[in-house]
């Protein structure tokens, strides 16, 4: 099978550049995503000095080296490389952006805006989001008359499910980016720091005045992952692990609320609202617009994305009517 000139993955069908006469898979089809400009340049001017001292014999290395040397410069990633082959062919490897091999530590150089307490350790941050979103699950939660009927205990339980749904989509992602080796952490969000403080105002407002103001909203962090620049394969299953893990998560959860007897209501009830959080967390995240998963995904694979997306809000819809219809319910009354 022919492989894309750009990425080296073989595919099926192949279109042929008419600036720089390479193939390229669908991806990469077009110039600006296989810097055909910069493809026509290395081309050139391997014609130009193929005589050249420079020039490496590829008959007295592997099959694979670098047209011209490279750079020594640690910890940083290369710069333009072209490889070649013992048949005088050549194959571009797109230019990869610099980065440090740590960049997340505070002597990186690397400045990271919008974010709170760049450089502080992965731990601090998790610890401090958890916090957070925990405690706005308890302010969502809370209702006097759970504790009332002697459940008081529910409280907490969905405040963990809550935080849980949260930190499962996040570290979906980070897994996946680890996988591909990618450098990746949990950072706070500044911005989110903000729609989190407000959250917290809400909630206390909430507590005090026993008033139904609009839920409180936590996103105090995410998981920031390094190298995502393109539209590939490998961004596009980094993105599409969270709301995929939601999904699991919450079939598990599902499927608990069934299993658990009727006599221990309403723990079975609170297992299904427990789904019900992941549903609706991965299926706004499926929103194809602006940082959410759902924009990066749609452009990958748009299949991946239907099957997903629709996954998802069927079995919200499911869940809606299990927790909060009274036939559904009924579901988890004991008989």
């Known amino acids: 099978m022919p492989k894309c000139y750009h990425c080296g993955i073989e595919v099926s069908e192949v279109i042929k550049c008419g600036e720089c006469g390479q193939i390229y898979c669908n991806l990469h089809k077009n110039p600006i995503d296989h810097e055909c400009n910069i493809v026509k340049e290395a ?3 391997q014609q130009a000095d193929i005589n050249s001292p420079n020039f490496i014999s590829f008959s007295q290395t592997s099959s694979y080296q670098t047209y011209y040397p490279q750079p020594q410069s640690s910890g940083t990633s290369t710069s333009h490389i072209i490889r070649g082959t013992t048949d005088g062919t050549y194959t571009w490897y797109r230019q990869e952006k610099q980065i440090p091999e740590n960049a997340f530590d505070p002597d990186s150089g690397i400045e990271f805006k919008g974010i709170f307490l760049s450089h502080k350790s992965e731990f601090l941050h998790l610890i401090i989001g958890s916090a957070l979103i925990f ?7 809370y209702d006097p008359q759970l504790f009332l009927f002697g459940y008081g205990w529910a409280l907490f339980m969905l405040a963990g499910f809550y935080m849980t749904a949260f ?15 990618l450098q990746t952490k949990f950072r706070l969000l500044t911005f989110g720091m903000l729609i989190t403080l407000v959250g917290l105002i809400s ?12 839920p409180s909203l936590a996103l105090p962090g995410a998981v920031v992952v390094l190298g995502l620049d393109k539209i590939d394969k490998r961004t596009g299953l980094c993105k599409t692990a969270g709301p995929l893990v939601n999904l699991v998560y919450g079939t598990i959860l599902l499927i608990f609320s069934f299993i658990v007897p009727q006599t221990l209501y309403p723990l079975n009830y609170f297992l299904g609202l427990a789904a019900y959080l992941n549903y609706m967390l991965g299926s706004f995240n499926m929103i194809p617009i602006g ?9 990958w694979n748009k299949k991946v994305y239907i099957c997903l997306m629709s996954s998802l809000i069927a079995l919200l819809i499911i869940t809606i009517i299990l927790v909060y219809t009274p036939s559904g319910n009924a579901v988890y009354l004991p008989i």
């Open 135 to 141: 405690i706005i699950g308890l302010f969502n939660f």
């Open 291 to 299: 940082i959410l998963d759902g924009q990066n995904i749609w452009k």
């Open 167 to 181: 930190l499962f989509h996040e570290f979906g992602h980070r897994q996946t980016a680890l996988h591909f080796g």
């Open 43 to 45: 081309i050139n001017l």
């Open 203 to 214: 909630g206390l407002m909430k507590l005090f005045t026993n008033s139904s103001l609009l």
